[in-house]
């Protein structure tokens, strides 16, 4: 058994006044004294564009040290924008493996103390360089072709995939940590410029700064009731073209994922209680509700359009603000996802607590190329 | 239990004609073919420099979709010039959870196809950027320092710290995916230029491309005698700046990882057979032998000097070339070296055999800041 008992945030934001170990080492104290312990046995780093942005790697150790924590066991995952759940997905299987019992998994990105083009072309890495990114295309434009498809195939409106910012943006406003503390309603959204057509900027979440922390433990180290347990957890790929997939408005990792994420927890998308999912993009949260079994194909939309996916609806999603407005810090987003369910389990979430006993959140690298899920059940 | 059960090679080179993908696909599939299996369970990549050189990160999901995998679980482990060696932790740690059955430990980097002063840059963002990197320190001057401490303090000479290049050159004439396949005497180095002072050309490895792959199985997946056993693990890091050590001679990460591997495959240094070391630098060489038991404080160079260190001699070390004559594509070094443990193990190395059971290795990242442990047995 594998337990969560602490997490820790730095408000999302764009710090250009701290540096990456600076944020990182923020959450870890927070997690660690919201675990009531003083130091694990191994950190696991998630981020993404240490490399490209700060010119640092080596963030096992650089964090570690900059902790107090020197010495102990300490490296990086990277699975582009799910590197945080990636990081979790580690230690969960060390902690497992019974040979470590206690970890922190760091998430951690500085990305915005660049020139916009570069912020662009960093968070591209996570597509196919070669045969993708260096023809000019993005994140954002590949998440374009697929919410136009999905629109034509299906039906979906603007004004539906924007009901999924709105709820992003209504669950934020009470949570301190959040970039976007501030409601917005459709004409926001209709009436903002365009990213790339038809995503306008609200129906992206912005690239900013954060780092978010949990603390694992083992079973033999436990040793208070204010635990989660993590019941499921799986990572799953997909190809990194979407051109070379037969169906691209169908997220084949995502439901990989979660199927054996399922199969594992023994449980069914009916058991789950709320969804953190990876809404960096509108269209990105409909497909998810889909390759996850909260909706049928093309339906995912409908969830929105029919008001299900608010704290109190058929299905809570993105509860403290989802990517759209309680930001997403590329690598370190997964953590804060799985941080926010392990809140709500606990009951901490105040005016956004969703009342229930399992939660789900789940991560998207690139374009559906990866997908990890962690399904997580209150002690 | 965890099984090596298979390995596989590209040769060292400069590959500018082979992408980071496709070096990464020769090594998998040769290991695959090697272990006789078609598709493992999950892919665990080891780089650093992805990002950098190829504009590429993301690689788990890349490089299982390039092999045809896709649908595994894959993600990347970073921890600078040990990265290989930590991405062969996380799978070991996967298996011994019970959750992964089958998994691929693939190390890759291809770094050479850039202007000589970016590489430089990019192998020293294992250092800490904010307080040496972006001060003009690169690896090589860090070691340089180091050296000369250690000359100074221990009295080795130039020509006992060569001896370890000359024991390296002259392993890798047997060996096929050796970059330099040449044997050299005391006199090629002495004459050779100064790559920083006392540091000469001949001291330090050569940065190139190459991806080494292993394949790992549990207990229950085990279905040959063709296989070795992985008897201990550990990863332990240490300050990021070796201003801020206590004795910038000692290498703490490499005592603890390689006293708590010791403890838990219950052995002793002199049970060791051969010693897969970490020469990116010959007092590297000198100083792992003492921080891993091999040696007194101060005296490791005279195990090279009193000619120990051959095949034949008291501690086998580097026996397929090392770093220095097999070559260094950094992210990737640790699989190598793992694989080239495995291959002795099976008694499969050729000329170069040692007769023995149990092999060590050990990966070094920045400038000593990690160090991964890793002791196989001969099942």
Redesign the interface.
Same mark, same amino acid.
């Given at each position: 058994m594998v337990a969560v008992i602490g997490y820790g945030f730095t408000r999302i934001s764009e710090h250009w006044d701290k540096?990456l170990?600076e944020l990182a080492c923020e959450s870890i104290q927070a997690a660690l004294m919201n675990a009531n312990m003083e130091k694990p046995e191994?950190l696991f780093v998630g981020n !993404?564009?240490g490399? =490209?942005v700060? #010119? %640092? %790697?080596?963030? /096992? *150790?650089?964090i570690?040290?900059w902790c107090g924590?020197?010495? +102990?066991? *300490?490296?990086? +995952?990277?699975? *582009?924008d799910a590197?945080g759940a990636?990081a979790f997905?580690?230690a969960f299987? *060390?902690i497992?493996? #019974?040979? +470590?019992d206690t970890a922190v998994v760091c998430g951690v990105e500085q990305m915005t103390d660049v020139l916009p083009d570069y912020m662009t072309?960093a968070t591209s890495? #996570?597509?196919?360089?070669?045969y993708e990114?260096?023809c000019g295309i993005t994140q954002t434009s590949l998440f374009a072709l697929i919410a136009r498809m999905y629109m034509q195939e299906f039906g979906a409106m603007r004004e539906d995939l924007g009901m999924f910012a709105i709820n992003s943006h209504r669950n934020a406003v009470a949570n301190p940590f959040a970039i976007y503390r501030k409601e917005i309603n459709i004409d926001t959204l209709l009436k903002s410029p365009m990213a790339c057509d038809p995503l306008s900027v609200f129906d992206c979440s912005p690239v900013c700064d954060g780092s978010a922390s949990v603390v694992l433990c083992s079973e033999k180290a436990l040793k208070t009731n204010r635990a989660v347990r993590v019941i499921g957890?799986?990572?799953?790929?997909? =190809? !990194?073209m979407i051109a =070379?997939r037969k169906d691209p408005l169908y997220l084949?990792?995502a439901n990989?994922s979660s199927k054996r994420a399922y199969a594992m927890a023994k449980k069914k998308p009916e058991d789950i209680g709320l969804f953190e999912l990876f809404d960096a993009y509108t269209i990105l949260a409909a497909m998810q509700l889909e390759a996850c079994g909260f909706a049928n194909r093309g339906e995912g939309y409908l969830l929105a359009r029919n008001n299900e996916i608010g704290i109190r609806g058929k299905i809570p999603i993105c509860t403290m603000g989802g990517l759209k407005a309680r930001g997403n810090p590329i690598g370190a987003t997964g953590v804060y996802q799985i941080a926010e369910v392990t809140q709500q389990l606990l009951e901490e979430a105040g005016k956004n607590q969703v009342t229930c006993t399992t939660g789900m959140a789940q991560s998207i #690298? /690139?374009p559906g190329? =990866?997908a990890v899920t962690h399904i997580l059940e209150a002690v």
């Open positions: 540096s170990r191994a !993404m564009s490399a =490209t700060s #010119g %640092q %790697q080596h963030l /096992g *150790a650089l570690a040290d924590f020197s010495g +102990i066991e *300490a490296y990086t +995952i990277e699975a *582009a590197s990636a997905r580690s299987l *060390a497992a493996s #019974g040979f +470590i072309f890495l #996570g597509s196919d360089y070669d990114v260096s957890s799986s990572v799953a790929t997909d =190809t !990194m =070379t084949k990792s990989d #690298g /690139g190329s =990866t």
